[in-house]
C-alpha cells in the first residue's frame, strides 16, 4: 500500500547547468570534489496519528496478555493447593 506524498519535492539532486567546476557530460577536473546531492531527512509519508486514541489493536494485546497471566495465576494456586 503506497500513501500519496503530500508535497510534491520533484527532483532534489543539484542542477548540472549551474553546478560550477562542472565539465560538459557530469565530470569534475581533477582535483575537485563533485558536488553532492541534496540530502533529504525524515519520513517519505507522515506517520498516522495515534495519541487521540488507543489502537484496537492495543486493547486486543492488552486483553491478551491479561487472559495468559490469570491462567499462570491459576496454575500456580492449583499447583501450591494440592
Known amino acids: 500500500m503506497t500513501v500519496p ?3 510534491q519535492h520533484g527532483n532534489t ?3 548540472p547547468g549551474t553546478t560550477p567546476g562542472l565539465e560538459p557530460g557530469g565530470g569534475v577536473p581533477p582535483g575537485s570534489t563533485p558536488p553532492e546531492s541534496a540530502g533529504t531527512s525524515g519520513l517519505s ?3 498516522p496519528e495515534t495519541r ?3 489502537p484496537v489493536t492495543g486493547w486486543l494485546t492488552l486483553g491478551a ?3 495468559i497471566v ?3 495465576v491459576a496454575v500456580i494456586i492449583g499447583l ?3
Open 80 to 82: 501450591i493447593a494440592t
Open 45 to 47: 509519508a507522515p506517520e
Open 5 to 7: 506524498d503530500p508535497e
Open 13 to 15: 539532486d543539484p542542477d
Open 65 to 67: 496478555v491479561i487472559v
Open 52 to 54: 487521540k486514541r488507543f
Open 70 to 72: 490469570l491462567v499462570f
